[in-house]
C-alpha cells in the first residue's frame, strides 16, 4: 500500500502523524511499524535565508513532530529549547529580532546549511537529517529549487504604493495582519519537482493532500511545474480534507491568505477552489467535518466525491481516524 501526502508545516505534521499511526494498525509490520510505504510531500515556500543558514520550516515541523522531538505547545521547532545564541544574534542584530532561532534548531540549520555548502541538494540534505530518527515515513522536499513565498502588501510610502516582503515576516512579524495583495514564489517557473516526487505520485494507490493552509502550502506545492501534471495523471484517486472547520480555520492564518486570493474561508469553497480532477482540478475527493455536511451537495455538483468525518485532530486516535477515513474515500473510488 503506496501512500503519498501533500503537506505543510503545523497542519501537515499532525495529519502525517495520524497517517503513519493508522498505516501502523492496519498493515503492522510486526515491529510496531507499518508494511505500507508513506512519501510526504513537502512545501519549500516557507523556506528561506536567515542569518547565514537555510531554514526549511515545514520541513523541519514534519521532521521534529514525528521524531517526536517537536516544542507541542508553540506548534515550530524543538521541545526543550533554549536561546543563548538568539540573544547573541540579537546584540549583534544578525537575523530578525522576531524570529527566533533556538539553539537545538539551529543545529538542524547550520547541519542543513553545512551540506548544502558542501554542495548537496536539499532533498540529500533531507535525506541525511531524517537519517537520525526512525520516522516511519520518507519527507521529500516538493523541489530542490529555491522558491521561497513573498507576500506583496499596499504600502503608501513606497512608490507605487506597494511592497513586498518575505512570507515569513509577513507571518511571524506581522502575524498576517497586513491585507496581502498576492503572493508569489520567485523563479517557480524553472523549479521542477525533487527526485522521487512524481514517482511518489503517480506510483501511489491514494494520493492524500493534508489539511495545510491552502494557499502557501498545497498551493505552492501543486504550482511546481510537473508535480500538478503529476496529480492530472496518477491513477491514484487524490482525497482532500478540509483545513476549515464550520467556516474557521483550524490553526494558523489561512484565511488571511484565502481572502487575499478570493477564496471564502469555507470547506466548500476551499473544495471548489482545488477542484475536482474531472473538471482539470485537483482532487477525486473531498472530506470536511461533519459540521459542513450542508456543503456536501454542492460539492458533489462540481464533482468531487464528497464526504464528512469527524476533522478535529485532539490526540494520535482522532488523528488516525481522521486518516483513516481519508484513505477510505480514497478506496471507495477505486472500486
Ligand atoms: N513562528 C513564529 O510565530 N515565531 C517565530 O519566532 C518562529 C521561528 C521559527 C524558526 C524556525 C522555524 O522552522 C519556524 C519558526 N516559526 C516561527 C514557525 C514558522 O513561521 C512556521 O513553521 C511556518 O513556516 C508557517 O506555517
Given at each position: 500500500m503506496q501512500i503519498t501526502v501533500l503537506a505543510g508545516g503545523v497542519g501537515g505534521s499532525r495529519f502525517v502523524r495520524g497517517v503513519r499511526e493508522e498505516c501502523a494498525r492496519r498493515w503492522p509490520d510486526g515491529e510496531g511499524g507499518t508494511e505500507a510505504s508513506v512519501t510526504v510531500v513537502v512545501n519549500t515556500g516557507d523556506d528561506l535565508w536567515l542569518a547565514g543558514v537555510r531554514l526549511m520550516p515545514d520541513f523541519d515541523s514534519l521532521l521534529y513532530s514525528l521524531a517526536g522531538v517537536n516544542d507541542t505547545e508553540r506548534g515550530w521547532g524543538r521541545a526543550g529549547e533554549t536561546e543563548r545564541v538568539a540573544a547573541e544574534l540579537r546584540e549583534w542584530g544578525v537575523g530578525w529580532p522576531w524570529f527566533t532561532l533556538g539553539d537545538l534548531d539551529l543545529g538542524t540549520h547550520l547541519a542543513r546549511t553545512a551540506w548544502l555548502r558542501g554542495g548537496l541538494t536539499p532533498s540529500e540534505v533531507a535525506h541525511r537529517l531524517q537519517r537520525r530518527w526512525p520516522l516511519g515515513v520518507q519527507l521529500i522536499p516538493?523541489?530542490?529549487?529555491?522558491v521561497d513565498t513573498h507576500v506583496r502588501v499596499a504600502d503608501p510610502d513606497e512608490l507605487g504604493g506597494e511592497r513586498e516582503m518575505h512570507f515569513q515576516e509577513w507571518w511571524t512579524r506581522y502575524r498576517a495582519t497586513l491585507p496581502a495583495l498576492a503572493f508569489r514564489q520567485r523563479d517557480l517557473e524553472s523549479a521542477r519537482p525533487a527526485p522521487g516526487v512524481v514517482e511518489a505520485i503517480v506510483g501511489a494507490d491514494v494520493v492524500l493532500v493534508a489539511p495545510?493552509?491552502?494557499?502557501?502550502s498545497i498551493g505552492t506545492i501543486t504550482a511546481i511545474p510537473g508535480i500538478r501534471e503529476a496529480l492530472a495523471e496518477t491513477s491514484a484517486p487524490v482525497v482532500g480534507v478540509s483545513p476549515i472547520i464550520g467556516g474557521k480555520?483550524?490553526?494558523?492564518?489561512a484565511d488571511a491568505c484565502l481572502t487575499a486570493i478570493g477564496v471564502a474561508t469555507t470547506a466548500e469553497a476551499v473544495g471548489r477552489h482545488y477542484g475536482a480532477r474531472s473538471g482539470g482540478g485537483l482532487l477525486d475527493a473531498w472530506l470536511v467535518d461533519?459540521?459542513?455536511?450542508?456543503a456536501l451537495e454542492a460539492l458533489e455538483g462540481v464533482g468531487l466525491h464528497a464526504a464528512s468525518a469527524p476533522?478535529?485532530?485532539?490526540d494520535l486516535d482522532t488523528s488516525a481516524a481522521l486518516a483513516g477515513a481519508a484513505i477510505d474515500l480514497g478506496r471507495q473510488l477505486q472500486r
Open positions: 516538493a523541489t530542490d529549487a529555491e495545510s493552509n491552502p494557499v502557501v480555520v483550524v490553526r494558523g492564518m461533519d459540521a459542513d455536511t450542508p476533522l478535529w485532530m485532539h
